[in-house]
């Protein structure tokens, strides 16, 4: 599924710039492991058969917690990530300014 099939569910805070700074930021070697941990702890939730809205007792707002999820944590890793780098990042990507 698409950013645009998502359907307005991502929250306002968050971009597809945030996904593409965040792979540039994953495969850089500047960037610590234990801060993408973050992110790896994030997929384990999503495969995690709990849940803090049960996807099977709330069909349709259940998916929306693991968004929420995937979506703080991308953006969380992005704020938390070498400021240098960051930078860097976000200047190949022809953006100035905060991610």
Do not use: C
Not at 10 to 15: G, K, Q, T, Y
Not at 56 to 77: C, H, N, Q, S, W
């Amino acid at each position: 599924m698409g950013i645009q099939g998502l359907n307005g569910k991502l929250p306002p805070w968050f971009s597809l710039d945030q996904v593409i700074l965040f792979f540039k930021l994953v495969r850089d070697p500047e960037v610590p492991w234990w801060l993408k941990a973050i992110p790896a702890f994030a997929i384990l939730y999503l495969l995690s058969p709990y849940d803090l809205i049960p996807d099977f007792l709330f069909p349709g707002i259940g998916e929306v917690d693991d968004i929420l999820v995937l979506a703080f944590a991308i953006t969380l890793f992005n704020r938390l990530a070498p400021k240098s780098r960051v930078q860097a990042h976000l200047e190949e990507m022809g953006r100035k300014g905060k991610a």
